[in-house]
């Protein structure tokens, strides 16, 4: 599906990716992860056609992103933020329609597939003429996935799409979220910094560093056979407090 | 491409005038007659148009027109057809570096630029210096050699005077006066600061009504300094062609109005607040026997007159701002460099005081409306522009990625996304100008085009706190009824969500 190969990216003298080799298998959940500022975001920020590389390929169904192509692949991608990015002066509904409404869609068919994904993202259809900031901040990101869906992409990005909202919150999305990938049948890229998450999505866990991939694998191929001391250490680094304190209790 | 729409808005702004001014001109042939922004330019200005009009023309007459230079500058043009001048002013300003110092010299100068001039009227209205006539008894001032004793007195000249080689920098030359203290502000306002004694020494003309009103004490010219000022009618020389008759009639006011005539006129006017159009018909029935018809308007007729000249001035000019100010923000806010560009042109442009501005139009587009349009214009770019591009340039980062990265083509994400919600800062600058806008075409009276300025000038000339109101409170309340008008359309334009946001701010 993406292909990456040799990718570099510099901000001015500081190099944010340096060598990136990747390749996207179609129809799977890959997760990117890693300590802030080690790129993972570039990376994804890069497929969406919002930065350019600075060197290499990224072939997307084998044909580079160019400024040509860029606007029809990107009818082929759903883009969720961390806040959601939702435009406030429009109602969810809007949002949610908006390049269909562009695209000159059939009422209809606008219609349908707007209710069809508030049913699949459990957002009540009373809420639709509601405006962004009169909803949660868990119910603005199922707008926001709603939105990216709208037009049903071959490919989702997500970009900490939980990040900012409280653990529980969050905890009963992850498992929506999970049941809605597992239903779709599509390409996810997501990035998050938390290892319990990528593990969850993840059928492939991307772990990267300043700037470069350190290991990709399943969560047990990371555990079992760590290419390097970093991939522990960043594991653990999760995993190690709440095992010692449930640890405690137990004892 | 944006120079282009300037001279398309340009162009149609023209010809709005044009048509305007060329249906009035199919009955009979139309005179412009101009006069100067002080009483006894306009009460002559008044006579000329009345003599014209009986011979049957349409006559327009320009009153107080800001400066010499204005009235000059459109006489040259064909903006105006006549004015009366004096030869002082023709001889030391107009014509400076010339030798037109005989009548056959000045003729001929005049002949050049396709101008031709009367015989004197009959009046020498020079310039003269005057001091409050009690200070001047406690000083024993008698002549301006005097005023070289006292050098802590304080001068208060008007703007020309202040400037022009025949006025105080000649004047502190010959005599050698060493006064420091000397402020430039208006002919009229100097009556009052030399009354309240917060001027002591004011240059005068020596056919003001308020010499005696305000018992100044005029000096004595010891040293001859101040040259003759003969009042003459000068005419284009295409009037000869145009309206034979009106020429001839020019001409048979030489030497019928002699110095206590003119004063006697000007008192009737700023001392009596007899009306110029008056005191003018009465001139010419007991002089030439000629009988004038003039209209003469109420203060409620006046007032529709220039509130419509005042709309028509702002609206103009704040629409073709608003259609060229939202593009040029947009490509402020979306091309960093040209960004820098049209915010750096627009500020300088904002810099430029209006009365100066007003006056660099009038080579380009004469003088009334159009420059007066094209200046308000151009005054009103800036807060348009700056605040489109603060707008712009201001929303969220994260919201313009997303609406890029959905697949909105530019133009449609400006549509729908941007512009909607930069509106309130839109909304805001429009006002701004708006508000500015209507107070600076209060000045564009003074190059003859009309509106609220016109009142509050007479005002100013003929001492008259009601005139000046006329014009001032008109001017203030139709700001606010704008500023009130752009905030219904804020409150209905508001989209919703943007809405409950201020809501959930309070």
Not at chain 1, 240 to 247: G, R
Not at chain 2, 58 to 86: F, P, Q, S
Not at chain 2, 172 to 192: C, S, T
Request: hydrophobic residues 45%.
């Amino acid at each position: 599906m993406i292909k990456l190969t040799g990718i570099h990216k510099h901000y001015h003298s500081h190099s944010a990716l340096s060598g990136i080799d990747l390749n996207f298998p179609e129809d799977q959940t890959t997760v990117l992860i890693g300590p802030s500022g080690c790129g993972k975001s570039t990376l994804l920020r890069l497929m969406a056609g919002l930065e350019t590389a600075d060197g290499g390929e990224l072939l997307i169904n084998g044909s580079p992103l160019t400024q040509s192509n860029l606007t029809a692949l990107r009818l082929r991608m759903g883009y969720v933020i961390q806040e959601g990015g939702l435009f406030p002066h429009l109602s969810i509904r809007d949002n949610v329609c908006i390049m269909a409404n562009h695209l000159g869609w059939d009422k209809d068919k606008t219609e349908h597939r707007l209710i069809e994904l508030a049913e699949m993202a459990h957002m009540p259809k009373s809420k639709l003429n509601h405006y962004p900031l009169e909803l949660s901040g868990g119910q603005r990101q199922r707008v926001s996935l709603m939105r990216a869906l709208m037009l049903d992409p071959d490919l989702l990005l997500l970009d900490e799409p939980l990040g900012a909202l409280d653990p529980m919150i969050r905890y009963d999305l992850q498992q929506e979220l999970k049941e809605i990938f597992a239903s779709l049948n599509k390409t996810v890229i997501m990035v998050t910094h938390d290892i319990a998450e990528a593990a969850y999505f993840g059928d492939t866990i991307v772990l990267m560093r300043a700037g470069q991939i350190v290991q990709t694998g399943s969560l047990s191929q990371l555990l079992q056979s760590p290419s390097d001391p970093f991939v522990l250490k960043f594991v653990n680094a999760q995993r190690e407090p709440m095992q010692l304190l449930t640890a405690s209790f137990s004892q | 491409m944006n120079l282009k729409f300037l001279n398309t808005v340009i162009l149609i702004v023209a010809c709005a005038f044009a048509s305007n001014t060329l249906a009035q001109v199919t009955e009979t042939e139309e005179i412009t007659v101009a006069s100067k922004k002080f009483t006894e330019s306009v009460i002559l200005g008044e006579i000329l148009s009345q003599l014209i009009r009986t011979k049957g023309h349409h006559v327009i007459h320009k009153k107080e027109l800001g400066g010499t230079r204005v009235l000059w500058d459109a006489l040259i043009a064909g903006e105006i057809d006549t004015y009366v001048e004096y030869t002082g002013t023709l001889e030391q300003e107009l014509f400076a570096g010339q030798d037109v110092h005989t009548d056959e010299l000045l003729n001929h100068a005049l002949a050049k630029l396709d101008l031709q001039k009367t015989a004197p009227l009959g009046f020498n209205n020079t310039y003269a210096i005057g001091v409050n006539s009690e200070l001047g008894k406690r000083l024993g001032l008698e002549s301006i050699s005097d005023l070289k004793n006292h050098p802590e007195l304080i001068f208060g000249f008007g703007s020309e005077f202040m400037n022009r080689a025949d006025g105080w920098p000649g004047l502190k030359q010959r005599y050698q006066l060493p006064q420091q203290n000397v402020r430039g502000l208006d002919h009229d306002l100097a009556y009052r600061g030399l009354a309240s004694n917060s001027l002591h020494v004011m240059d005068l003309y020596t056919t003001d009504a308020e010499i005696a009103y305000y018992q100044i004490k005029v000096l004595k010219d010891d040293l001859n300094y101040f040259p003759e000022y003969q009042a003459i009618i000068v005419y284009r020389s295409d009037l000869k062609q145009r309206a034979a008759n009106v020429v001839k009639s020019l001409h048979l006011l030489s030497g019928t109005i002699n110095a206590d005539r003119m004063l006697t006129m000007n008192a009737r006017v700023k001392l009596a607040r007899e009306s110029e159009s008056v005191v003018a018909a009465d001139y010419l029935d007991n002089t030439l026997n000629v009988k004038s018809t003039f209209v003469s308007q109420s203060l409620w007729q006046q007032f529709v007159v220039y509130s419509y000249e005042h709309l028509v001035l702002v609206m103009l000019s704040l629409s073709a701002a608003i259609l060229l100010a939202i593009p040029l923000g947009i490509i402020a806010a979306h091309r960093p460099k040209a960004g820098h560009v049209i915010l750096g042109v627009t500020a300088i442009i904002q810099t430029i005081p209006s009365l100066a501005l007003f006056v660099f139009m009038i080579p380009l587009l004469g003088i009334g409306g159009p420059p007066a349009i094209i200046a308000l214009f151009l005054y009103s770019l800036l807060p348009i522009v700056r605040n489109t591009h603060a707008g712009l340039s201001n929303i969220a980062v994260e919201i313009q990625e997303s609406a890029t990265v959905i697949g909105l083509s530019n133009f449609a994400r400006l549509r729908l996304i941007e512009l909607p919600l930069s509106m309130p800062s839109i909304l805001a600058g429009i006002k701004t100008s708006a508000v500015i806008n209507i107070g600076t075409a209060t000045l564009a009276a003074l190059i003859g085009a009309g509106g609220y300025g016109q009142p509050i000038l007479t005002g100013i000339r003929l001492d008259d706190t009601e005139l000046i109101l006329l014009g001032a409170v008109p001017a203030a309340v139709l700001a606010l009824l704008v500023q009130a008008l752009f905030e219904t359309i804020e409150r209905l334009l508001l989209p919703k969500g943007l809405r409950s946001l201020s809501a959930a701010k309070d």
